[in-house]
């Protein structure tokens, strides 16, 4: 089992930036595919990036490609997600996640899930 931890949130104007960092207790954090999403009020969650359990495969949908960089460091048991020129449609709560096997797109797969940080961009 293993209990994530997000942090980094908060408001930032539109083509700012944010880094997120997700917290993962438990000495088998390499061993877990880890995604980042996002729901905003009144939409579904949605995935902003995977990356695989040795780093070497990411996955973005395109409408954060190019913009949002995922990366982890299983030495400290921390998986990363940079934003860069933030529009005001990416305000919502930024979710980690972890699921063993490959990574997936959809949330269904991923069994461990943290509290949440709002990230809130102004025009």
């Known amino acids: 089992q293993v209990q994530l931890v997000e942090s980094g949130g908060g408001l930032v104007q539109a083509g700012g930036s944010l880094r997120l960092s997700c917290a993962a207790s438990?000495?088998?954090?390499?061993?877990?595919?880890m995604g980042w999403f996002r729901q905003a009020p009144g939409k579904e969650r949605e995935s902003v990036g995977a990356?695989?359990?040795?780093?070497?495969?990411?996955y973005y949908p395109d409408s954060v490609k190019g913009r949002f960089t995922i990366s982890r460091d299983n030495a400290k048991n921390t998986v990363y997600l940079q934003m860069n020129s933030l529009k005001p449609e990416d305000t919502a709560v930024y979710y980690c996640?972890?699921?063993?096997?490959?990574?997936?797109?959809?949330?269904?797969?991923?069994?461990?899930w943290g509290q949440g940080t709002q990230v809130t961009v102004s025009s």
């Open positions: 990356i695989s359990r040795s780093g070497g495969y990411t």
């Open positions: 996640a972890a699921k063993s096997g490959g990574v997936a797109s959809r949330p269904d797969p991923y069994d461990y």
């Open positions: 438990g000495r088998t954090f390499s061993s877990y595919t």
